[in-house]
């Protein structure tokens, strides 16, 4: 039985196998190279104070790369799912292959553990390899990506670590559940990549948030948090401030609520150019004549304007990764209950 699965399964992963080897030689080559360039960077940059300069051009060099192996390790899992998994039983179950396996003394039960053991070892284990090669070769680029692109990012996070594992043991599952309910192959992959997907999008914006409680803070405006500060030449118009999705003494934090507060502590409504704060720009260190940036930024924290912002910090990167990839294998898990018992009581 394991070697009437190997043969099945043998193409595909070699497939894999050498996209694997591939993927590990460029990033063997070019990630010490990476490394060193991001270190001489950084060194050269905290002697005049011009690491966001640096950190903007590093990582604008890298960036097509960046996003490439990212969206490879995101887009595994669900290759898995819809290659994989979905056809793994459907097939058997369209050319009836599985009544004449069963005939030779072969029970349901040993016939699909051997089916799902082996592959969805193999597919684990090539999640994991993916996850763990682009999580050492990103991580200079990891440190010096934007708010968007840092590494809790929801697109980020996904693509490192041990996440990838768990997201592809899921898929693999999922697909083998929707093809023994649909038992048809091209619908059950339709499905399986829509469910995948689906549970894919409800992670990151209804479960992961609150694997821990998040954090909520008050915070002076700075450089920091504020994108900028548009001062109206005529003066008739009314001064406004927009907030950047990051926290000062907190770099790669994942922001999840943004806004500013006024002086009397209740939250400025903001919109597609900011929040309207109450300054003077006639006079003072607001007005368009003055010379002194930093100056405006000071006055306008006198004033009682405050960032408050409810995150997740960076530090919690590997208890989420360790949380949510658990939480993916009790899914996993149930899945692989119900095929047992699906395949057992109503199968045939």
């Not at 595909?12 to 694997?20: I, K, T, Y």
């Not at 990506?145 to 899921?170: D, K, N, Q, T, W």
Request: aromatic share 10%; glycine share 8%.
């Amino acid at each position: 039985m394991i070697w009437l699965t190997w043969r099945q399964l043998r193409g595909s992963a070699a497939m894999l196998a050498a996209v694997l080897v591939i993927l590990a030689i460029v990033l063997a080559l070019t990630g010490p190279d990476l490394a060193s360039r991001y270190s001489a960077g950084i060194t050269a940059c905290t002697q005049d104070d011009t690491c966001d300069r640096f950190y903007n051009q590093f990582f604008g060099g890298h960036e097509f790369s960046f996003m490439a192996v990212s969206l490879l390790v995101l887009l595994l899992p669900a290759l898995v799912g819809l290659f994989w998994g979905a056809p793994l039983i459907t097939r058997e179950l369209e050319a009836g292959t599985h009544l004449l396996v069963w005939n030779q003394s072969i029970t349901r039960g040993r016939w699909l553990a051997v089916k799902l053991g082996l592959t969805a070892l193999t597919a684990v284990a090539a999640a994991c390899l993916f996850g763990l090669m682009v999580t050492w070769w990103s991580d200079p680029l990891d440190k010096s990506a934007s708010e968007s692109l840092a590494l809790m990012a929801p697109l980020v996070f996904g693509a490192r670590g041990i996440a990838p594992m768990g997201y592809a043991a899921f898929a693999f599952v999922l697909g083998v559940t929707v093809g023994m309910l649909v038992r048809r192959t091209l619908p059950a992959m339709a499905l399986t990549l829509a469910a995948f997907a689906a549970i894919q999008l409800t992670m990151p914006l209804l479960v992961r948030p609150h694997l821990m409680p998040p954090i909520t803070s008050t915070f002076e405006l700075s450089k920091t948090n504020v994108d900028g500060i548009h001062i109206p030449g005529d003066g008739g118009a009314t001064p406004r401030l927009s907030l950047r999705s990051a926290v000062p003494g907190h770099p790669g934090a994942w922001v999840l609520t943004n806004n500013l507060l006024g002086p009397s502590g209740r939250m400025i409504p903001a919109s597609g150019d900011g929040a309207a704060i109450t300054v003077s720009t006639t006079s003072g260190p607001c007005a368009p004549s003055a010379s002194a940036g930093d100056s405006c930024m000071v006055e306008i924290n006198r004033l009682g304007y405050r960032q408050q912002a409810t995150y997740q910090p960076l530090e919690r990167f590997w208890p989420f990764q360790w949380i949510e990839t658990g939480i993916y294998t009790l899914l996993t898990l149930g899945l692989t209950w119900f095929c047992f018992w699906w395949i057992r009581r109503r199968l045939s």
